[in-house]
Each structure stands twice: as structure tokens, then as C-alpha cells.
């Protein structure tokens, strides 16, 4: 398993394919209308130095999954977004892995938090995010779904 991070066009364009699948997969009409926005403006919100995309690729370098870092303005935390496996590469520790990384990421970049937000659906991303020591937490951004949980964690 290679972690790294999404460098030129081709790794924007695979972590852009990325994100449709994971909208797709979740089917939550407050999210499929800023997901059109966020994808025509990829790479950013997740640009060095203070975001960060990173693709999961095997041995082989096919890519298996991704999660980003974007800043949170006026704030030392970080919001990590996109964590997404493809279905056939899950239950394998993926997630945990990319997590481990994002985490680190977010570390060296030097934030003193990370925050992150998802459906209630989501349960198997929820045990993890709870594995990891996020807590939940009160609504820090603007995302229109009534329904979202939203957690923290130091660094």
C-alpha cells in the first residue's frame, strides 16, 4: 500500500473521479449540490501548504481510495473531507490506514486539531472516527444538512 499525495493533473482528475463516486455513494441532495462546485474547483480547497490530497494506491498503482485536508479560516484546525474507499477494497484497514495519514498530514502542517463532519449512515467511517479519539462535537461549518454529525480531535 502507497500512500501519497496527489501531485498534477492526472492524480487531480483520478481523486476528482474519486469524489463522484463517493457523492454517488452517500446520495444526500444537500451534498450533490456543492459537489458540482467543489469538483470544477479541484484541487482547491486542499492545496499545499495547508490542504492536502492524498490517494491510496496499490503495489501495481491502482488507486484504491483517497482523503483531503482543507484549513478551516480563522482557526489552527484542519477539516479532513473525502475519506472514500472503493467498495471492493474495504474492510481491509484502508480507511484506518489513510486516516493515520491524513492525521499525520494534518500534524506536520501544523494544526492543533482536526475536525470532520458525515452522515449518520456513514456508521463504519463513525466507529473508526471514534477508534481514532474524535469526539462529537457542536456544528463548526455551514454544510446545509440538518443531519450531519460533526467531531474533533487534538493532534
Same mark, same amino acid.
Given at each position: 500500500?502507497?500512500?501519497?499525495?496527489?501531485?498534477?493533473? /492526472?492524480?487531480? /482528475?483520478?481523486?476528482?473521479?474519486?469524489?463522484?463516486?463517493?457523492?454517488?455513494?452517500?446520495?444526500?441532495?444537500?451534498?450533490?449540490?456543492?459537489?458540482?462546485?467543489?469538483? /470544477?474547483?479541484?484541487?482547491?480547497? +486542499?492545496?499545499?501548504?495547508?490542504?492536502?490530497?492524498?490517494?491510496?494506491?496499490?503495489?501495481?498503482?491502482?488507486?484504491?481510495?483517497?482523503?483531503?485536508?482543507?484549513?478551516?479560516?480563522?482557526?489552527?484546525?484542519?477539516?479532513?473531507?473525502?475519506? +472514500?474507499?472503493?467498495?471492493?477494497?474495504?474492510?481491509?484497514?484502508?480507511?484506518?490506514?489513510?486516516?493515520?495519514?491524513?492525521?499525520?498530514?494534518?500534524?506536520?502542517?501544523? +494544526?492543533?486539531?482536526?475536525?470532520?463532519?458525515?452522515?449518520?449512515?456513514?456508521?463504519?467511517?463513525?466507529?473508526? +472516527?471514534?477508534?481514532?479519539?474524535?469526539?462529537?462535537?457542536?456544528?463548526?461549518?455551514?454544510?446545509?444538512?440538518?443531519?450531519?454529525?460533526?467531531?474533533?480531535?487534538?493532534?
Amino acid at each position: 500500500m502507497i500512500i501519497a499525495p496527489a501531485r498534477g493533473a /492526472e492524480d487531480i /482528475e483520478i481523486f476528482r473521479a474519486l469524489c463522484r463516486e463517493y457523492f454517488d455513494s452517500i446520495r444526500s441532495i444537500a451534498l450533490l449540490h456543492l459537489a458540482d462546485q467543489e469538483l /470544477e474547483g479541484l484541487p482547491a480547497p +486542499y492545496v499545499p501548504p495547508k490542504g492536502e490530497i492524498l490517494l491510496a494506491r496499490d503495489k501495481s498503482g491502482v488507486v484504491q481510495g483517497c482523503v483531503a485536508l482543507r484549513p478551516l479560516p480563522e482557526t489552527e484546525a484542519v477539516e479532513i473531507k473525502r475519506l +472514500y474507499v472503493k467498495p471492493d477494497h474495504r474492510r481491509k484497514g484502508l480507511g484506518r490506514v489513510l486516516m493515520d495519514e491524513a492525521l499525520k498530514a494534518a500534524k506536520a502542517m501544523g +494544526y492543533a486539531e482536526a475536525k470532520l463532519d458525515f452522515i449518520p449512515s456513514m456508521k463504519e467511517g463513525h466507529a473508526l +472516527y471514534l477508534k481514532l479519539g474524535f469526539e462529537e462535537i457542536e456544528r463548526y461549518n455551514q454544510n446545509p444538512n440538518p443531519k450531519l454529525i460533526f467531531m474533533s480531535r487534538k493532534l
